[in-house]
């Protein structure tokens, strides 16, 4: 009999081959497209540093997007996710601000929420040289005076280490510049929903002190205009809840007193404070259509229930220095990085805390409690990177370097819910809440957790290029890498087992890549890529046994701790520039080992982390973009991706967990996404004018692998208050549904240095919906985290 396994993956190569095809017809109509056409222009070559190296985009060996300023400002960006529109394959899941998850080519876990301190990114994200990714707290970081970012596609475990599995993401700002007195001023007013203004300024400035120094520093303040709003207990409503601001800078300065020697050093400074999360309810325990003896309620679109104000804070800090050294032949490069974050997550969790007095049989007194549940971030992390480098023209290129990084990360949770003491101690019997405790001090919150981590990582790595021939390069690299982490786990509380305990994580490896570059001619080129990516495994926090059901704990309380994540990338591309036409395009195959899956754990209140023996990602990716003449500019950038289990995970009875079966889909990626772009631009007096249009379409998702086993569900809340009947049961949809945005601007660049923009994002006020969000499996609340309604807005800039 045929294996069938055998036959998938024939198939997934055959579809492969069919990219790789398609790729070699395209290449070979824009080579000869390319012989009839102009040589490229200065003003088209993009230089990136993907290579840690500066070269010409278009000669990158593997497959890499870089959204330049003009870009992200034509664009109409302003945070991680707008650009991932943009980009072919980059998918970007919005948790709020400061809160986003990203995944590149379909490698994706699923949601990853802020009570999940020990797992790690999928992608790696970097300030210039210094790593600033954390998993779920993708820094939200402002786009202002950034000369580019670039996404590199595929693991780059070589160059870039763990935390790249899927790829990297590279906010690469403007360095100071000597010799050159520069700055630039930006004002904007918004008005998001038709309701709440936001809006931001900002400033940079480049000096230089002498002929060897200069300095640059940048400052911004940003208003979020708010568009949820929160029905009160007791009636009455608060608008547009989840308004916040975001405030902060950068100063660097630069000493080049050779042409061999520099040295920067900058501090960055950003805060982000916002009052409450982008979340719109479908249910929640005291407002439902079920109750008799409350006020019935039916959500509308951006509504929500709260009984205490939500917040989210992050304060980073970060303090960097590169040193540049020229020895004849050789660079040396030196990159150290100390980052400091506090994050605080501020939620209302009444609707939790509630539905276990309910099943404790609290009286309604005890079940409205408002109940504040604050997860706390400390972060330090030390990190030293020391390279050497080649810097001439031969045909032999090669980088070799250390890195070395320590991380403290310090994540406390806490449930203050002012008369819980008394209302436990009146239930249960005297003195039960401080039998629970288990040292903690404040008896009134029926959860409290400690859970220090110190992670340590020793890595070397090394890759160099080789010209075979004057058209073909051979690339060969390898990283080998050392990790160690140790956790401490404290809990107490009428709603924690009393664990204390120490668990110990360690892992070596060596991640190769090999990569070859061929150029049928002067502006067409060929590559083709095999390389493997890593992600640490790790200790799932324990399950809160006195949460949990029976069946949810029998079945999800044997999985401890999970295995390092492993994949192999196989790639094959073409890249082809002939003037202001530029196109590249690619097709890929992710072959995944014990791919690390997060899952709900039911009435548990808790996540748990799985390992999936096996899964894949494969598809086509592509961008195109001409400026046809000095009027027209068009873009076009999409991908398929085919993301799937190829193993299932079950219960020790049979049943499959989770959705995790054999040819279900990878959760919260798009199966296909795209975006086009049209420009105009025609001369006006004093100046250059513009209108501009894009519009993104992102196919539908999935927030977790169950979610597609039933994707329309019934969730039985079993929670029999407000004289709501046990069985009640609200369904959802639980496919997240494509949507479309479409953005709209037009602006003038005068000769003077002033640039003057109106625009509207969203223009059709799509209301999408980005992550489903459940509260005990359920039973306690339901609703969708959503996307930024319709905002209208003006900008004006000035340089100088």
Not at 403 to 423: H, K, V
Not at 780 to 788: D, E, K, S, T, V
């Amino acid at each position: 009999m045929r294996n069938p396994l055998s036959s998938r993956k024939s198939i997934r190569f055959a579809r492969l081959a069919l990219g790789a095809s398609l790729i070699a017809m395209l290449a070979q109509g824009q080579a000869a497209f390319a012989q009839e056409a102009d040589d490229v222009d200065d003003e088209n070559v993009i230089i990136v540093t993907a290579t840690k190296r500066d070269a010409n985009l278009q000669d990158i060996p593997f497959s890499i997007n870089a959204q330049t300023a003009a870009d992200i400002q034509r664009s109409g960006a302003v945070t991680l996710e707008d650009l991932s529109r943009n980009v072919a394959g980059l998918a970007v899941q919005n948790l709020g601000p400061g809160q986003s998850q990203v995944a590149i080519r379909g490698v994706s876990a699923g949601q990853i929420v802020r009570d999940q301190p020990g797992v790690k990114e999928q992608v790696g994200v970097y300030l210039d040289e210094s790593v600033v990714s954390l998993s779920l707290f993708t820094p939200d970081l402002d786009l202002f005076d950034l000369n580019r970012v670039e996404t590199l596609r595929g693991p780059q475990g070589t160059l870039f280490g763990s935390g790249s599995i899927g790829g990297t993401v590279r906010y690469i700002t403007n360095q100071p510049k000597t010799g050159v007195t520069e700055g630039l001023v930006e004002g904007n007013v918004n008005l998001v929903d038709g309701d709440d203004f936001g809006g931001h300024l900002k400033g940079a400035v480049n000096l230089p002190l002498g002929d060897t120094l200069a300095v640059r520093a940048v400052g911004y303040y940003t208003r979020y205009g708010g568009f949820i709003d929160a029905l009160r207990e007791g009636g009455g409503v608060s608008e547009d809840v989840n308004s916040g601001e975001r405030y902060g800078g950068r100063i660097a300065l630069t000493f080049a007193p050779s042409d061999s020697f520099s040295i920067t050093p900058r501090v960055v400074y950003q805060k982000i404070a916002t009052d409450g999360f982008n979340r719109q309810e479908v249910y929640n325990l005291y407002a439902n259509p079920f109750t008799t003896t409350r006020p019935a309620v039916t959500f509308d679109e951006r509504q929500q229930f709260l009984q205490l104000r939500e917040k989210f804070v992050d304060e980073t800090l970060l303090a960097d220095a590169v040193i540049k050294i020229g020895l004849g032949g050789v660079d040396i490069t030196s990159v150290t990085s100390y980052m400091n974050r506090d994050i605080l997550v501020s939620r209302d969790a009444s609707a939790l805390t509630g539905s276990v007095s309910v099943d404790l049989g609290f009286p309604a007194a005890g079940v409205l409690l408002p109940s504040n549940l604050r997860d706390t971030t400390d972060l330090k992390t030390l990190s030293q990177e020391l390279r050497l480098s080649s810097n001439g023209d031969g045909p032999l290129q090669w980088v070799v370097g250390a890195f070395y990084t320590d991380i403290d990360r310090f994540y406390r949770q806490r449930l203050p819910t002012p008369g819980y003491q008394a209302a436990t101690d009146a239930r249960l019997g005297a003195g039960t809440s401080a039998a629970v405790a288990n040292g903690f001090t404040n008896l009134n919150s029926p959860y409290n957790a400690d859970l220090p981590y110190d992670i340590k990582q020793f890595a070397v790595f090394g890759e160099a290029s080789y010209d075979l021939t004057d058209r073909l390069t051979a690339t060969v690299g390898g990283r080998y890498y050392d990790f160690k982490e140790v956790r401490d786990f404290v809990s107490g509380g009428l709603f924690a087992n009393g664990d204390n305990r120490t668990d110990r994580t360690k892992s070596d490896g060596f991640t190769p890549r090999v990569l070859l570059s061929y150029d049928i001619s002067d502006d067409v080129k060929l590559n083709a890529q095999a390389s493997k990516g890593f992600r640490l495994g790790g200790v799932n926090d324990p399950l809160n046994i006195p949460l949990c059901s029976p069946g949810d704990a029998a079945i999800f309380g044997g999985f401890q701790d999970y295995g390092d994540e492993t994949l192999w990338n196989y790639e094959l591309g073409v890249k082809a520039q002939s003037g202001g036409i530029r196109f590249n395009a690619g097709a890929f195959y992710t072959d995944i080992k014990n791919l690390q899956v997060t899952l709900d754990a039911g009435t548990c209140s808790s996540r748990i982390v799985f390992n999936v023996p096996k899964a894949h990602s494969a598809g086509l990716e592509f961008e195109f973009s001409a400026k046809p003449d000095d009027n027209w500019e068009f873009g076009v950038s999409g991908s398929l991706l085919d993301s799937k289990f190829d193993s299932t995970v079950t219960s020790g009875a049979g049943a499959v967990i989770g959705g995790i079966r054999d040819g279900n889909r990878l959760p919260s990626v798009p199966k296909f996404q795209m975006s086009g772009n049209v420009a105009y631009n025609f001369p006006i007096g004093g100046g250059e004018g513009y209108v501009a249009t894009t519009i993104q379409h992102v196919s539908n998702r999935f927030t977790q692998p169950s979610d597609q086993e039933i994707s329309v569900r019934s969730f039985t809340h079993n929670l029999p208050f407000g004289g709501a009947p046990a069985a009640s049961a609200t369904t959802v949809n639980l496919t997240l549904p494509d949507y479309q945005l479409v953005n709209l601007s037009a602006g003038v660049d005068f000769d003077s240095g002033l640039s003057l923009v109106v625009y509207a994002n969203n223009l059709f006020d799509e209301n999408a919906l980005l992550a489903f969000d459940r509260e005990r499996g359920g039973r306690a609340r339901l609703g969708f985290n959503i996307g930024q309604p319709r905002t209208i807005g003006i900008t004006a800039r000035q340089k100088f």
